[in-house]
Each structure stands twice: as structure tokens, then as C-alpha cells.
């Protein structure tokens, strides 16, 4: 019988590290961008990255097969293009490049995941803080440089929902929005330029501050975005008509959870919103793979934080007195968990 098993998919999963460490490479070497819009062959792509000979063509072909990179002809004068998948999302001349993204997840989370053994078993965080014994905050925040190039990376991958929720969620009926971990402040730059009624703030620890000033600046939008600094866990949030959160909540244990929907409730008025942008989990626990892993990957970061159900959000919510809760499919495996008071 188990002859006739097809092993395809387990070994697809069990060696996929083998693709995910090729792409990675590929950002690192600046493949994508280095390609742009023009095409090399094997050997003039070993120059520009500066390859072993024995690299090529097995390197860039592989990306052909993981349909990651284009190839016109075969053999020593095949040329190699960007995908419009590529081009658009790995250049890092492209406004849409997410690539930040996975230059962290090669300097950081690639070697913390050959830990996830020893995070099962432990509970315990598989980071920089094994090392330091320092949180990741801790370290992160301690070095602006670096904090806005982990706040760029995270830019990149939330784009694509930050501009569903921009279009998909009613704002006509409110004229203030307060983003809770506002980062560089991309998601009320995004939603001041799509909808010109609304005032935003956003709201983050005062060494982002400057980080968000720049960005809000360089959009010419200082009239209708401000920053605020503070501690989301050190005092009441500013109040708005609508509260979102972008991929904050999944950060925490359950009970700092609790205490970021209860505060977002103080915050709101009659009528007002509780937007989180999350890779949401299907209630069933069984379809969004990505949700899944990434509340392992929280747990790796921080130990006892979680990614969550639709479900589980809802009932957070009810229990501090949201009247309605509701679950919209953004992009991807993100969703907006929608709680209205």
C-alpha cells in the first residue's frame, strides 16, 4: 500500500527550506533588482552578483522552476528575465517591493526558525534574546537605523491589505482614524490620500517618531496626519472614530491582548470602529496555513504570543461591550477582524 502513496507533497513540505533559502539568497544578492527590466545570461549574472562559477546555471534555473525567474533559450546563452511578479514586488525600484521583508526574514528569522524544536518544547522565545537576554523590542528600538529598516520591511508586506481595507471598509461615516503602531505611518498616509475627508493620527513609541515625521512629510500630508508618541500599554489610546491596529495584536498574550481591545473600546465613541489587520485564522483551524505559522513564528519572537481566530476576536470583543463584530478578507491570508461600538 504504501508503494502507491504519492510522496510529491511531504517531500515538497519537508525540503521546502531548499526554496524559500534560494529566494532569500536571490533578495540578498539583489538578483531582481540587478536584472530590472534587462536580461542576463548565467555567466553575466555570476559577474553582476559576484558568483562562484559553479553557481550558474543550477542557481538561476532553479528559480526558473520556482517560476521565480523567466529563461529564453537554453544552454550558455539563455537569457534570464524578472517575472512581472518579480519585477514588481523584488526590484527595489518598484514602489510595490516587498523584498525588505525578506531581507529580515534571511538576516533574522531563517536561522531562529532551525529553533522551532526547542521553542515547542520550551515555550520560550528563539531570538536575539537567547543571546542578549534583552526582548525584541528591546533590541530593535535601541538602534534607529535598524528599527526603520525593520519598519520598511514590514511596510513592504502590508501594502497589499492596507489598500483592501482602504477600499473595502465604509470611512465616509467618520472623520477621525487613530492608528495604533503606526510605524512609519503608511497606513494613514494611505488611507488620508484614498479618502480627503479624514484626519489621521498615528500613534507609536516616541523613538518612531522621527521615522513617521519623514515619511508623512515626504508625502505632503502633514496637514491631516500627525504623530503621536506614547506607550499603547502606558495610558489611554487618542481617541478617534475609527481605531485600526496593523498586525500589533498578534504580538501579545492573552492578556495584553484583552487590555489592547478594551483600551481601543475606551477610545471610540458611539458608533465608532475597532479595526485589526491580522493573518486571521479560519475558525475551523484548518485552511489558512499562513496564520498558522505565523502564530508559531510569534511564539518564536515572544514566546506566549498568538496569532487568532475570527472567533477568538469576536469574543474579546463582545466581552468589553462591542456590539458587532465581523471578518473581511483583505489580501492574502489577511483579513480585518471589524468590531463596532
Given at each position: 500500500?504504501?508503494?502507491q502513496?504519492?510522496?510529491?507533497?511531504?517531500?515538497?513540505?519537508?525540503?521546502?527550506?531548499?526554496?524559500?533559502?534560494?529566494?532569500?539568497?536571490?533578495?540578498?544578492?539583489?538578483?531582481f533588482?540587478?536584472?530590472?527590466?534587462?536580461a542576463?545570461?548565467?555567466?553575466?549574472?555570476?559577474?553582476?552578483l559576484?558568483?562562484?562559477?559553479?553557481?550558474?546555471p543550477?542557481?538561476?534555473?532553479?528559480?526558473?522552476?520556482?517560476?521565480?525567474?523567466?529563461?529564453?533559450g537554453?544552454?550558455?546563452?539563455?537569457?534570464?528575465?524578472?517575472?512581472d511578479?518579480?519585477?514588481?514586488?523584488?526590484d527595489?525600484?518598484?514602489?510595490?517591493y516587498?523584498g525588505?521583508?525578506?531581507?529580515?526574514?534571511?538576516?533574522?528569522?531563517?536561522?531562529?526558525?532551525?529553533?522551532?524544536?526547542?521553542?515547542?518544547?520550551?515555550?520560550?522565545?528563539?531570538?536575539?534574546?537567547?543571546?542578549?537576554?534583552?526582548?525584541?523590542?528591546?533590541?530593535?528600538?535601541?538602534?534607529?537605523?535598524?528599527?526603520?529598516?525593520?519598519?520598511?520591511?514590514?511596510?513592504?508586506?502590508?501594502?497589499?491589505?492596507?489598500?483592501?481595507?482602504?477600499?473595502?471598509f465604509?470611512?465616509?461615516?467618520?472623520?477621525?482614524?487613530?492608528?495604533v503602531?503606526?510605524?512609519?505611518?503608511?497606513l494613514?498616509?494611505?488611507?488620508?490620500?484614498?479618502?480627503?475627508?479624514?484626519?489621521?493620527?498615528t500613534?507609536?513609541?516616541?523613538?518612531?517618531e522621527?521615522?513617521?515625521?519623514?515619511?508623512?512629510?515626504?508625502?505632503?500630508?502633514?496637514?491631516r496626519?500627525?504623530?503621536?508618541?506614547?506607550?499603547?500599554?502606558?495610558?489611554?489610546?487618542?481617541?478617534?472614530?475609527v481605531?485600526?491596529?496593523?498586525?500589533?495584536?498578534h504580538?501579545?498574550?492573552?492578556?495584553?491582548?484583552?487590555?489592547?481591545?478594551?483600551?481601543?473600546?475606551?477610545?471610540?465613541?458611539?458608533?465608532?470602529?475597532?479595526?485589526?489587520?491580522?493573518?486571521i485564522?479560519?475558525?475551523?483551524?484548518?485552511?489558512?496555513a499562513?496564520?498558522?505559522l505565523?502564530?508559531?513564528?510569534?511564539?518564536?519572537?515572544?514566546?506566549?504570543?498568538f496569532?487568532?481566530?475570527?472567533?477568538?476576536?469576536?469574543?474579546?470583543?463582545?466581552?468589553v461591550?462591542?456590539?458587532?463584530?465581523?471578518?473581511v478578507?483583505?489580501?492574502?491570508?489577511?483579513?480585518?477582524?471589524?468590531?463596532?461600538?
Amino acid at each position: 500500500m504504501s508503494g502507491q502513496v504519492d510522496p510529491s507533497h511531504i517531500m515538497q513540505v519537508g525540503m521546502g527550506f531548499w526554496a524559500s533559502k534560494a529566494l532569500l539568497s536571490a533578495v540578498e544578492l539583489e538578483l531582481f533588482t540587478k536584472l530590472g527590466g534587462d536580461a542576463m545570461t548565467a555567466p553575466e549574472m555570476a559577474e553582476a552578483l559576484g558568483l562562484h562559477e559553479r553557481a550558474v546555471p543550477d542557481f538561476p534555473d532553479a528559480l526558473v522552476a520556482l517560476r521565480l525567474l523567466d529563461r529564453e533559450g537554453i544552454g550558455h546563452n539563455a537569457a534570464y528575465r524578472n517575472t512581472d511578479a518579480g519585477a514588481a514586488l523584488l526590484d527595489k525600484a518598484s514602489p510595490a517591493y516587498i523584498g525588505g521583508f525578506f531581507e529580515m526574514c534571511n538576516a533574522r528569522l531563517y536561522p531562529f526558525w532551525g529553533d522551532l524544536t526547542e521553542g515547542l518544547r520550551t515555550g520560550a522565545p528563539q531570538n536575539e534574546v537567547k543571546h542578549t537576554g534583552k526582548p525584541m523590542f528591546d533590541e530593535l528600538y535601541s538602534d534607529e537605523g535598524r528599527l526603520e529598516q525593520f519598519m520598511n520591511a514590514m511596510a513592504g508586506i502590508s501594502a497589499g491589505p492596507f489598500h483592501a481595507l482602504a477600499e473595502k471598509f465604509d470611512f465616509s461615516k467618520h472623520g477621525t482614524v487613530c492608528d495604533v503602531g503606526g510605524a512609519t505611518g503608511q497606513l494613514s498616509i494611505l488611507l488620508a490620500n484614498r479618502h480627503p475627508h479624514l484626519n489621521c493620527t498615528t500613534f507609536d513609541l516616541p523613538v518612531v517618531e522621527p521615522i513617521a515625521k519623514r515619511t508623512i512629510e515626504t508625502a505632503g500630508l502633514t496637514d491631516r496626519v500627525e504623530t503621536v508618541g506614547g506607550d499603547f500599554f502606558g495610558g489611554p489610546l487618542p481617541e478617534a472614530d475609527v481605531i485600526t491596529m496593523g498586525m500589533i495584536l498578534h504580538d501579545w498574550n492573552l492578556e495584553r491582548k484583552k487590555h489592547l481591545v478594551k483600551a481601543a473600546y475606551d477610545a471610540l465613541p458611539e458608533g465608532g470602529a475597532y479595526i485589526v489587520i491580522e493573518n486571521i485564522i479560519d475558525d475551523a483551524r484548518r485552511e489558512n496555513a499562513f496564520g498558522l505559522l505565523m502564530s508559531l513564528n510569534v511564539m518564536i519572537e515572544f514566546g506566549d504570543a498568538f496569532d487568532f481566530t475570527g472567533a477568538d476576536f469576536a469574543s474579546w470583543c463582545k466581552e468589553v461591550g462591542f456590539r458587532e463584530v465581523e471578518v473581511v478578507p483583505l489580501a492574502g491570508p489577511t483579513s480585518a477582524g471589524i468590531a463596532y461600538k
